[in-house]
């Protein structure tokens, strides 16, 4: 869907009437459907003709005049969608909703994951390639019964116990001292 942008400043406004001629006034700005084919029928047509005469250069000599690319590069790994990833503890990436198990132990490692224009995925760290499968559910998680999970409790000695209380073999006493005012 093409949004139409009206010109905000008469300058705007009489490059389009030039271009576009009389039509552009006899549509009117409410109605956009004529308006837009107008553009597209004969506002195009007329533009590209002077935009090619403008600016058309003949050729130096005739035919494909690029040049071989290199064997050492892969435009498969150029042209893709490449997006980065941590892999997570138990070896996975998770990509679009979907999870990918990874044969290689690379927990934590970042990993780029190229899209390519054929639709297949390839998962590359270090400009290797990695194994990998995707998974169709998500694992549950083991859940520990309450006798497996120990909780240790901070042990507070007694009351009798002979470290409270002393230090360096003098019994400190527990009481605050008075306070003494002197009249």
Not at 41 to 47: A, D, G, S, W
Request: with cysteine; proline share 4%; aromatic share 6%.
């Amino acid at each position: 869907m093409l949004d139409i942008v009206y010109a905000q400043d008469p300058v705007g406004a009489a490059s389009a009437f030039c271009l576009i001629g009389k039509d552009f006034l006899q549509i009117g700005r409410n109605n956009e459907a004529e308006l837009l084919l107008t553009v597209v029928l004969r506002f195009l047509p007329k533009y590209l003709e002077r935009h090619n005469k403008r600016f058309m250069v003949t050729a130096a000599a005739h035919g494909d005049m690029h040049r071989p690319l290199p064997k050492r590069i892969d435009l498969n790994r150029i042209l893709c969608i490449k997006t980065e990833r941590t892999v997570r503890n138990d070896n996975t990436i998770s990509l679009d909703g979907k999870l990918y198990q990874l044969d290689e132990a690379l927990a934590g490692y970042k990993v780029s994951v190229e899209e390519r224009v054929d639709g297949t995925m390839r998962i590359m760290n270090q400009d290797k390639s990695i194994r990998h499968h995707a998974i169709t559910e998500r694992p549950q998680k083991v859940q520990l019964q309450t006798s497996q999970i120990y909780k240790s409790k901070a042990h507070k000695p007694a009351a009798d116990h002979p470290w409270i209380g002393t230090f360096f073999g003098k019994k400190r006493s527990h009481k605050k001292p008075a306070l003494s005012v002197a009249i």
